[in-house]
């Protein structure tokens, strides 16, 4: 079954695959493992525990992920041989659901609904649970998405509160987080962030340099 489960997964997903895209889908693979890895090293003494803290990174480095492929449409399109939405989504809706999973197992072990809602108290507190925040900016920029084409001219900066999302939950991380206690942890997630930041950059310059073109012919 589970030689089964891996070659249709293969036929499904990977066929059109180019060499490039394979090596880049082990890297990612890798990196998720090594990430589960430095998680697992920390404390499994309490299993629920273990899997809130890895939803939470694990899903903020699919964000990441999805965020960072942004600027590379064609170039993502080509090496996966699919399209680039296809592929954007598929990181897109898996790291929604891994940080949707954790203030939800959060909210059960303190049975307490009030884990969802902002704490705008006082500063430390507002930055310290900033994730709460960012929660609801994230699913503000999901529905950005599936209104896209109704307010067309609005829903990508809407959709780029991802960047905000991705700040509001690193700072949430170092400061809460007892995984970032690691300095593996904190070196690969504060890279995934400058990166986004960087890519940001990159869309701008792009989006810049197309109404030039235009504005040109």
């Known amino acids: 079954m589970g030689t089964a489960f891996i070659l249709g997964f293969q036929k499904y997903y990977c066929m059109g695959f180019s060499k490039r895209g394979y090596v880049l889908l ?24 273990f899997v809130m803290r890895l939803g939470g990174l694990e899903g903020y480095c699919a964000l990441s992920i999805a965020t960072i492929m942004t ?54 507190d507002f930055w310290s649970l900033g994730g709460r925040f960012a929660l609801i900016l994230l699913y503000i920029a999901l529905v950005a998405v599936l209104l896209r084409q109704k307010i067309k001219q609005y829903w990508r900066p809407i959709h780029e509160l991802m960047y905000v999302v991705l700040f509001l939950a690193i700072v949430h991380g170092t400061l809460l ?20 930041v960087l890519t940001f950059v990159v869309k701008r310059i792009q989006a810049h340099s197309q109404k030039r073109t235009k504005g040109s012919v």
């Not at 493992?33 to 629920?48: E, G, N, Q, R, T």
């Not at 987080?177 to 986004?196: A, M, R």
Request: net charge negative.
């Open 26 to 49: 082990a890297g990612i693979i890798a990196l998720f493992i090594v990430i589960f890895v430095i998680a697992f090293s920390m404390d499994v003494s309490d299993p629920l525990d």
């Open 71 to 124: 600027p590379f449409l064609s170039s993502i399109s080509r090496v996966f041989g699919k399209s680039f939405l296809t592929i954007h989504h598929i990181f897109a809706l898996s790291g929604l659901a891994l940080v949707t999973l954790h203030p939800i197992i959060y909210a059960i072990q303190q049975v307490d609904i009030s884990v969802f809602i902002p704490n705008f108290s006082s500063w430390d």
């Open 177 to 196: 987080g007892g995984d970032f206690q690691k300095i593996g942890i904190l070196i690969i997630f504060y890279l995934l962030f400058v990166t986004s």
